[in-house]
Each structure stands twice: as structure tokens, then as C-alpha cells.
């Protein structure tokens, strides 16, 4: 199972990335994948998740409204789309995934698979 985060960087205030999650190794239109930050001298957060075929998402307060989750199952990839970005979005930032339904989907310990992270860092 592999599962291959890209797309981070350096962006300022007010800026947008565009994170992806690519999937091999697992039947991938069966699980549900999240993505989750770890800021420096914080725990890993649950960010955004979405659901296998995705019909269902899921984000955190902080996410909401600017922060979008989606999916193309012919690319196994996962999308993170983030828009007015802000310095407390800092961090790396990880894909993981849970085969089946999406239980607890902004926990981390719900979750079978994870990829390695990519930063993104946001200052002026």
C-alpha cells in the first residue's frame, strides 16, 4: 500500500494550495481518506475527509469554507484544494486511509494507511 502526498510549499497569507494523495495497493474506491496536520509543537489534527465514492465530506471548524476535499477515481488520487490560507495552517500535512465507511474520518487512529507528509508553510 502506498500512499503519495504532493503538493506542498510556501505560499503567503491569503494564498492557495493545492494538495494531492496519490493511491496504489489497496482497492482504493473502497476507503474512505482524510488528511490530516501536524504544526509544530502540536498534535496531528484531522483536517478534511472524504467518504469511498465520495458523497460524503467531512472537515474541521477551522477548514470549513475554505478548504475543499475531492476525489478521481480513475487517478486514485485525493485532492485537497486550500484557499485563503492563513499562518495557523502551517504544518505537514498527511493523507491516510480507512477501508469501508468513514468512522470517527477526522480521527487518527481510524485510519489503516498513511503516506508520508508535505510541508506547507504560509508567511509573508
Known amino acids: 500500500v502506498q500512499l503519495q502526498a504532493s503538493g506542498g510549499g510556501s505560499v503567503q497569507p491569503g494564498g492557495s494550495l493545492r494538495l494531492s494523495c496519490a493511491a496504489s495497493?489497496?482497492?482504493?474506491?473502497?476507503?474512505?481518506v482524510g488528511w490530516f496536520r501536524q504544526s509544530p509543537g502540536k498534535p496531528r489534527e484531522g483536517v478534511a475527509c472524504?467518504?469511498?465514492?465520495?458523497?460524503?465530506?467531512y472537515y474541521s471548524e477551522s477548514a470549513k469554507g475554505r478548504f475543499s476535499i475531492f476525489r478521481d477515481e480513475g487517478d486514485k488520487t485525493v485532492y485537497l484544494q486550500m484557499n485563503n490560507l492563513k499562518p495557523e495552517d502551517m504544518g505537514v500535512y498527511y493523507c491516510?486511509?480507512?477501508?469501508?465507511?468513514?468512522?470517527?474520518?477526522?480521527?487518527?487512529?481510524?485510519?489503516?494507511?498513511w503516506g508520508q507528509g508535505t510541508e506547507v508553510t504560509v508567511s509573508s
Open positions: 491516510a486511509a480507512q477501508v469501508g465507511v468513514a468512522v470517527m474520518p477526522l480521527l487518527e487512529a481510524s485510519y489503516d494507511y
Open positions: 495497493g489497496y482497492t482504493f474506491a473502497n476507503s474512505a
Open positions: 472524504i467518504s469511498a465514492g465520495g458523497s460524503v465530506k
